[in-house]
């Protein structure tokens, strides 16, 4: 910045420049080299092209051996000294930031247990309904009309909850119930084309979805949360 004065008696405009001017720091970005690699990678094409056929080319070899671990030790330290103050300063962070995500994560994965619950118990619920209705039509006990009414009148299980913040949909999802181990277990050793002799839950749910009866084990429907916001 320059500030103009007048000299008293000469009309003369005189230039001063200001001193309150800090110094700028220089910071390395990732494009710049670093001075040390700089210095190194002249000697790298000689280090490269070392070939040891006698004893003079064995004594170029220790000194290039030698200054090539002295550049390695030179290159950690001098990425150490920037990157450690780094370090301590994302764990520092990390550190301010951990306890409030750890509450949200926690308090994440109550509310879809709940959801996943609540939801389930319904859908479950509606289904031993529909099944019972069901039911007294194949024993006569009930007209084919009136059965389909009740259904009707069954409340509606919601699929979707939806607010200003987000909104919330179900998916089904079949997971694998075990009830009796020893059932599983003593049906897979007597099953010879099976794949596997211990219980591979994976495999078994597989084999399960497909409409292999397994004693000991069923699928279980779940209703699973999606959150959209």
Known sequence: MQTTKTSQGTGRQKSTKSTSTPDRVKISTPEQ??????????????????KIIDTPSLTKATDYLSKANKFLTALEADRKAI?????????????KYKPTEDMLNAIIVDIRKQMSQYQTALVEAQRKAEQAISDRVEKGTLTLPTAIKKIESLPEVTQKVATDAGSVSFKESKILKIKDESAIKD??????????????????????????????AEVEIIMVPINRR
């Open 83 to 95: 990157t450690a103050p780094i370090k301590a300063s994302i764990k520092a962070i990390e550190a």
């Open 187 to 216: 049906y897979i050793t007597k099953t010879q084309d099976w794949s596997f002799t211990a219980i591979n839950e994976t495999e078994l749910l597989a084999k399960l979805k497909a409409g292999v009866v397994v004693p000991g």
């Open 33 to 50: 080299t670093p001075k040390i690699i700089e210095t190194i990678l002249p000697a790298i094409p000689n280090f490269q092209a070392i």
